[in-house]
């Protein structure tokens, strides 16, 4: 089976500018978690979507908006980014609600 | 919310022996404790989990254990590799089904 996939694999973008992350989770999978991770630090959550409703939010300001689509793929969204949400974006999906979590490779975006 | 730290942030062993990582929790409701390797570049990937009814798991040369008492939790990796050479993650699953990482510890296996 193929594993979480994201795309695109690495994007610049400069400050003040909108960006568009997508996930596809792996295949049976219906719950689908977005994480930032900054260099040299662990990830941190940022979303949680289960059969596409939001089931968990994490500290980060409304500029971060997500969705997940009826096939339970996943977009993230920043708008009127700035230079601190430079960092590697990581999905994960799992089967259900409270079970265990699998990561894509990331996406890392840079904001110059 | 969760507050997990881990400890060392690095380590480094001669191949063959055996390294151990260590997580302390704060939310005494967390319930389930996976970690992760993580390869320059890469994704984290899973290794090993463990719920919070189970003391210890072990998988060939990976063990995790729990102390719910204390609320801590350990990575063991006997006879290490090269290949085992990455950043390791523990996390712990909070309220509302967040999970909460630790800082990492970059593991470095000396053949």
């Known amino acids: 089976d193929a594993g979480v996939t994201q795309s695109p694999t690495h994007l610049i973008k400069t400050r003040g500018q909108h960006v568009t992350l997508r996930c596809s989770p792996i295949?049976?999978?219906?719950?689908v978690s977005w994480y930032q991770q900054v260099l040299g630090q662990g990830p941190q959550f940022i979303f949680q979507?289960?059969?596409?409703?939001?089931?968990g939010r994490g500290n980060f300001p409304d500029r971060f908006s997500a969705r997940q689509f009826p096939n339970y793929s996943s977009e993230l969204n920043v708008n009127a980014l700035l230079l601190g949400d430079s960092a590697l974006y990581l999905c994960?999906?799992?089967?259900?609600?409270?079970?265990?979590?699998?990561f894509g490779p990331g996406t890392r975006l840079l904001v110059l | 919310g969760e507050n997990v730290e881990q400890h060392p942030s690095t380590l480094s062993v001669q191949e063959g022996d055996s390294a151990v990582i260590k997580c302390t929790y704060s939310d005494s409701a967390s319930n389930y404790f996976p970690w992760y390797k993580q390869e320059l570049g890469k994704g984290p990937q899973l290794i090993i989990d463990?719920?919070?009814?189970?003391g210890e798991k072990k998988d060939q040369r990976i063990a995790v254990t729990l102390n719910k008492t204390a609320k801590h939790f350990s990575l063991h990796i006997t006879e290490t590799q090269p290949e085992d050479s990455a950043v390791y993650f523990c996390?712990?699953?909070?309220?509302?089904?967040?999970?909460?990482f630790g800082t990492g510890t970059s593991l470095t296996v000396i053949p």
């Open positions: 994960a999906s799992c089967r259900g609600n409270q079970e265990t979590q699998y």
């Open positions: 996390a712990a699953r909070g309220a509302g089904n967040q999970f909460y």
């Open positions: 463990i719920r919070s009814n189970v």
């Open positions: 979507y289960y059969e596409k409703e939001e089931r």
């Open positions: 295949s049976g999978h219906k719950s």
